[in-house]
């Protein structure tokens, strides 16, 4: 054999010897339905970087959560600026329409206040 091939990093992983005891010491299914997972060494060496993980998690669902109830007042803060604008603008034409000369001396008619319209134009102070 050439010197690349006795060398470990060459060596087939795979292949054990016949004296080392051949179970996994992994993670099985039944750990995390039991709640096992969480006394393994592997897992409890991860603690920090897990719990820094649900934390963003849940954050992650406060903010979205947040936002959505952002967009619903949105929308209905939208709603009822165009339910105003149209109201506005339908008592400013109401408006308009009354203060006309002719709709002023109409009503002064029907209210029978006993006006009477000036024949005199309004002079300008200087």
Same mark, same amino acid.
């Given at each position: ?21 051949? !179970?996994? $010491?992994?993670? =099985?299914?039944?750990?995390? @339905?039991?709640?096992?997972?969480? &006394? ?33 007042? !949105?929308? $209905?803060?939208? =709603?009822?600026?165009?339910? @105003?604008?149209?109201?506005?603008? &339908? ?36």
């Amino acid at each position: 054999m050439t010197e690349m091939q006795q060398t470990p990093e060459f060596d087939d992983i795979g292949a054990q010897p016949k004296g080392v005891n051949s !179970e996994k $010491k992994g993670i =099985k299914v039944r750990d995390f @339905l039991t709640g096992r997972i969480l &006394t393994h060494q592997m897992v409890a060496g991860q603690m920090s970087f897990i719990v820094f993980i649900v934390i963003l998690a849940v954050v992650y669902i406060a903010n979205t959560y947040h936002y959505n109830n952002l967009l619903r007042t !949105e929308q $209905k803060l939208r =709603k009822e600026v165009k339910n @105003l604008r149209a109201e506005s603008i &339908t008592t400013a034409a109401e408006y308009m329409s009354i203060s006309r000369q002719s709709e002023v001396f109409r009503l002064v008619e029907e209210k029978g206040l006993g006006l009477v319209e000036s024949r005199v134009p309004p002079k300008r102070l200087k």
